[in-house]
């Protein structure tokens, strides 16, 4: 078991360009979560997953978020038409319970230029 | 609403001067108070859960404790490879995912 995996590490893009990023959870989980952080804030719930079944969603996720884990492995989230504000780290965490501590990821810095 | 709390925002300490942290917390009914450790640009890394008041939890250096409205992660002796942000975050009996406060930033000087 090799914790939770997130890919890429750093990711620099334009304005309004599309970014998708993904997250390889700890096989034994059927929990997944996606948080986002900025610099000097704790990390802020975005979505998260049942096996393959998205449970529930942050006000947070605008429409231009999307995220899908088929067949209940790994995940991925998109951003669509990417803003300033999207600059942030993107972390991935998995449990196997919901009063289970999560197993975070190192998360995906994303930087907008 | 959970709302998590935490102080000071940063800390300074020199090597060996015993501190604690404070994390405040609001929840309809708590299932479970987490702490963690994070280093610049890394994900948090779990260190301790604790699910009711009362409860201690110890490591190394460490030692968690919580009461029916706070948890203090309290530092004995800290070194300077303790410097991190150091996350408070609980869970609540309506399902809901950890809810994570802002954190305090740690640095111990040699």
């Known amino acids: 078991d090799t914790g939770v995996s997130q890919d890429p590490r750093h990711k620099i893009t334009k304005r309004g360009q599309n970014v998708t990023f993904r997250c390889d959870p700890i096989s034994e989980h059927n929990r997944l979560y996606w948080y986002r952080q900025t610099l000097g804030q704790g990390p802020e719930f975005l979505t998260y997953f049942q096996n393959e079944a998205q449970l529930e969603k942050s006000r947070l996720l605008s429409d231009r978020f999307s995220a899908e884990r088929p067949k209940g492995s790994f995940s991925t989230l998109e951003i669509q038409r990417t803003e300033q504000g999207d600059s942030a780290m993107y972390l991935c965490a998995s449990s196997s319970g919901q009063a289970h501590g999560y197993t975070f990821g190192s998360g995906t810095r994303l930087t907008i230029v | 609403e959970d709302q998590v709390t935490q102080s000071p925002e940063a800390l300074r300490l020199q090597e060996g001067e015993s501190s604690s942290l404070n994390c405040s917390y609001t929840?309809?009914?708590?299932?479970?108070l987490f702490w963690y450790r994070q280093d610049p640009g890394k994900g948090p890394e779990f260190l301790f859960t604790l699910y009711s008041a009362g409860e201690e939890k110890e490591k190394e250096r460490l030692k968690a404790t919580l009461t029916k409205k706070e948890s203090f992660l309290h530092i004995t002796a800290p070194k300077p490879e303790d410097s991190a942000t150091y996350l408070c975050?609980?869970?609540?009996?309506?399902?809901?995912?950890?809810?994570f406060g802002k954190g305090t930033r740690l640095s111990v000087i040699a």
């Open positions: 929840v309809s009914g708590l299932r479970g």
């Open positions: 975050a609980v869970v609540s009996s309506g399902n809901t995912p950890l809810v």
